[in-house]
């Protein structure tokens, strides 16, 4: 769920610090620097990790940038999911600068979440925050500032606190073929199939080629968008799967 707010540019002078791929770290005034130079910088901050503690901090690997992605938190990994996911999405970077300044005579310190690119060459910074927690003026406050500095560094800007169960965890549950590279050796098999069919009936067409773990195969589609299917119903063998290209 995303919440936006809008308020005039009135803070003051506001200072960008960021680790580039390099390990340098530039300062600058948020006016004086493109945000394009931090897109894939390296976080400035990892998550503390100690017992006891609220968060699960942890690293998720994407399809995206190839790699590991820091993240704070189960929601924070749940963003990143959604944005590996999203084809519009060509990077993601976490923890991707502090943000020091003034707050129209309030000092304020922040680091955004995340920072994505997009195909499109836009930015999106992102900050992930339990939907309670997001409710508290102080919390809304810094968010109202950040959206302000993004703006300033001419990025689109927005607070997420969840999305629907079913969607995530069908996503989720496609996820686990995000590291799969294998449906284009089988396109032979892949143009036989009709423009609509149900999973069930995929995973037997691709089983009675003997391919091994079809199901892989499935998941692999719907996560390349080579096939699409209806994200807001949990899936199962009856969900109806759809070619790209025919919705």
């Given at each position: 769920?995303?919440?936006?707010?809008?308020?005039?540019?009135?803070?003051?002078?506001?200072?960008?610090?960021?680790?580039?791929?390099?390990?340098?770290?530039?300062?600058?005034?948020?006016?004086?620097?493109?945000?394009?130079?931090?897109?894939?910088?390296q976080p400035v901050r990892l998550p503390p990790s100690h017992a006891g503690q609220r968060?699960?901090?942890?690293?998720?690997?994407?399809?995206t940038t190839a790699d590991h992605v820091v993240y704070e938190s189960l929601l924070e990994r749940?963003?990143?999911?959604?944005?590996?996911f999203d084809p519009e999405v060509v990077w993601i970077t976490a923890q991707p600068f502090w943000i020091t300044g003034d707050d129209r005579g309030t000092g304020r310190r922040h680091c955004p979440d995340l920072l994505l690119t997009r195909a499109d060459g836009s930015y999106l910074v992102v900050d992930v925050k339990n939907p309670r927690i997001a409710q508290k003026d102080e919390v809304k406050a810094v968010f109202t500032w950040t959206k302000v500095v993004s703006k300033r560094l001419s990025a689109d800007y927005e607070v997420w606190t969840g999305e629907d169960s079913a969607l995530i965890n069908n996503i989720r549950f496609a996820?686990?073929?995000?590291?799969?590279?294998?449906?284009?050796?089988?396109?032979?098999?892949?143009?036989?199939f009709?423009?609509?069919?149900?999973?069930?009936?995929?995973?037997?067409?691709?089983?009675?080629?003997?391919?091994?773990?079809?199901?892989?195969?499935?998941?692999?589609?719907?996560?390349?968008?080579?096939?699409t299917a209806d994200l807001t119903r949990p899936f199962g063998d009856n969900t109806l799967i759809h070619r790209a290209e025919a919705v």
């Amino acid at each position: 769920m995303r919440h936006d707010s809008k308020m005039p540019d009135q803070i003051g002078a506001t200072e960008i610090r960021f680790v580039t791929g390099a390990g340098d770290e530039p300062i600058s005034q948020a006016r004086d620097h493109s945000i394009s130079s931090m897109a894939r910088a390296q976080p400035v901050r990892l998550p503390p990790s100690h017992a006891g503690q609220r968060h699960y901090p942890g690293l998720f690997w994407t399809r995206t940038t190839a790699d590991h992605v820091v993240y704070e938190s189960l929601l924070e990994r749940d963003r990143i999911l959604l944005a590996d996911f999203d084809p519009e999405v060509v990077w993601i970077t976490a923890q991707p600068f502090w943000i020091t300044g003034d707050d129209r005579g309030t000092g304020r310190r922040h680091c955004p979440d995340l920072l994505l690119t997009r195909a499109d060459g836009s930015y999106l910074v992102v900050d992930v925050k339990n939907p309670r927690i997001a409710q508290k003026d102080e919390v809304k406050a810094v968010f109202t500032w950040t959206k302000v500095v993004s703006k300033r560094l001419s990025a689109d800007y927005e607070v997420w606190t969840g999305e629907d169960s079913a969607l995530i965890n069908n996503i989720r549950f496609a996820s686990q073929a995000r590291r799969e590279s294998r449906a284009a050796l089988f396109q032979t098999v892949l143009e036989r199939f009709p423009e609509e069919l149900s999973i069930a009936h995929a995973e037997a067409t691709l089983a009675a080629e003997r391919i091994a773990r079809p199901r892989h195969i499935v998941l692999e589609l719907l996560w390349t968008g080579t096939f699409t299917a209806d994200l807001t119903r949990p899936f199962g063998d009856n969900t109806l799967i759809h070619r790209a290209e025919a919705v």
